[in-house]
């Protein structure tokens, strides 16, 4: 099956549903530690059940293929030749119990590319996972809003709304909207983030949040 929603919902159905045999997740090494997608979480679940994984969204809907400069030029140097997009695949298929990424190729160039590196396929190093790590916390400085996803501000709501998610989200969509890509996957994860937690329309506009961020 294909699955849009929290690692807890995952887990529920992979016990009360031993026949599924593999679960496509949405995967990358943007997502793998978001709250809003839950890359690891889900793939953890997934693989304590036993079952395989196939990986959807490995390059983000394109995004990861158009990487900070800096970043860019630093992958370069360490894998000479080869593309962010290509990065961005290796961190999938490296991983145990995947038996397949799936990755969305709009033309014969981005086919070559594919193809190219999963013909002798080189997991990550730990260096160079090391490295998507650090990349993900310079995508994230380029943003709208200035967060830094300190998570002062939930602790500080008496609604319990998770504001830094909500920002994260925010940005997240805004940086897509740039560089021209479909933010239609990122609001699919928003539902049921807002089904798990408070959104903002509950805010009655106390500034408790505002008194304890160090980003206004
Ligand atoms: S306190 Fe400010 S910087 Fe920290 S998570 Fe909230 S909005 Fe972001
Ligand atoms: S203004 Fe008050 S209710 Fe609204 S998000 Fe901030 S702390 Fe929560």
Redesign the pocket.
């Known amino acids: 099956m294909s699955f849009h929603d929290s690692s807890e919902a995952l887990d529920r159905i992979l016990t009360e549903h031993p026949e599924v045999e593999f679960v496509q997740i949405a995967l990358n090494y943007y997502d793998w530690d978001s709250e809003l997608v839950q890359s690891r979480r889900c793939y953890e679940v997934i693989r304590r059940h036993n079952r395989q994984v196939i990986v959807m969204q490995p390059v983000k809907g394109g995004m990861l293929a158009q990487v900070p400069d800096g970043v860019r030029s630093e992958m370069e140097q360490m894998r000479p030749g080869m593309t962010p997009a290509s990065w961005a695949v290796r961190f999938g298929a490296g991983l145990e119990g995947v038996i397949v990424v799936l990755s969305g190729m709009s033309n014969l160039q981005q086919i070559g590319d594919n193809t190219s590196y999963m013909q002798e396929f080189l997991p990550l190093s730990r260096q160079e996972q090391d490295f998507l790590k650090k990349a993900v916390e310079v995508m994230k400085q380029s943003k709208t809003i200035a967060c830094s996803q300190c998570q002062k501000?939930d602790a500080?709501?008496?609604?319990?709304?998770h504001?830094s998610d909500i920002l994260g989200t925010y940005n997240t969509i805004m940086r897509q909207r740039e560089q021209g890509l479909d933010v239609n996957v990122e609001l699919n994860y928003y539902r049921p983030l807002k089904r798990r937690q408070h959104g903002?329309d509950?805010?009655?506009?106390?500034?408790?949040?505002?008194e304890v961020c160090l980003i206004q």
């Open positions: 501000c500080a709501c008496p609604k319990n709304i504001i903002g509950i805010c009655d506009g106390c500034g408790k949040c505002s």
